[in-house]
């Protein structure tokens, strides 16, 4: 599982285009989502221990480009030193 590490400053993560997110229902702290169409959409989301989740929704197949910009995403945040990879067991 990859986590942003406990030292970064959640706040970096603007620079990133994730936007904090408040009061909501999941409890996720920051957001960087991408609208598809109509109720689709994919999401790269920080939770309250600050793990790393991707979250695709209403789509009925993997596009390629969806695959490429979450793996840009991911790429960035790796290489700049903000994540980390941790054990755990479901």
């Known amino acids: 599982m990859l986590k942003i590490k406990d030292n ?13 997110l408040k009061d909501n229902y999941r409890k996720h702290k920051y957001s960087w989502k991408r609208e598809l169409d109509k109720g689709s959409y994919y999401e790269l989301y920080i939770n309250k221990d600050n793990e790393l989740h991707i979250c695709i929704v209403g789509s009925d ?10 793996q840009d995403k ?15 067991w479901i």
Request: glycine residues 6%; charged residues 35%.
């Open 8 to 20: 970064v400053n959640l706040k970096e993560l603007e620079k990133y285009g994730f936007i904090k």
């Open 61 to 70: 197949y993997w596009e390629l480009r969806i695959c490429h910009k979450l």
């Open 74 to 88: 991911l790429f960035d945040l790796i290489q700049d030193g903000l994540v980390e990879k941790v054990e755990k």
